[in-house]
């Protein structure tokens, strides 16, 4: 651990504060600009502690794929969450584990738009699964059920 970070920690333990590393809480968010429950997706991100900047575009799918998502497990939007990207309404429980676990993958998605999943109206009907998104390409296991 460098000086720098190392007195970064010590500060922060000092003043009662939970230190973050510089990006670990700064998300864009690619949308659809007609899309509301993407807007509730990004509000629900702020209220979890996270600063937002939302990203209107008709090239969603294009940014997707270049991120890496399948076209048929990509979510509605997609947010780029220090290094990873996180496509669809994941949980927060999930955001959370990817940050602190830092897997070797690109990122997960929660495919389509689940009936009661954060930002999204409606009721729970059963876990949500969030699919990994490997480096290699395509799909991975089942990274988090919610």
Do not use: W
Not at 51 to 73: C, F
């Amino acid at each position: 651990m460098s000086n720098f970070l190392k007195a970064l920690v010590l500060a922060s333990i000092l003043s009662g504060a939970t230190p973050a590393l510089a990006g670990e809480k700064d998300v864009t968010l690619y949308k659809n600009p007609e899309c509301g429950c993407c807007e509730g997706y990004a509000d629900y991100l702020r209220e979890n502690g996270f600063n937002v900047t939302v990203k209107p575009t008709h090239d969603l799918a294009a940014i997707s794929r270049e991120a890496g998502i399948p076209d048929e497990v990509q979510g509605c939007h997609l947010s780029m969450i220090d290094g990873y990207a996180v496509s669809g309404h994941v949980p927060i429980g999930t955001v959370t584990k990817l940050l602190s676990e830092r897997p070797d993958i690109k990122g997960v998605t929660l495919p389509g738009m689940p009936m009661g999943s954060p930002g999204m109206s409606g009721t729970k009907e059963g876990p949500f699964e969030m699919l990994e998104i490997r480096k290699s390409g395509g799909i991975g296991s089942v990274y988090a059920r919610e």
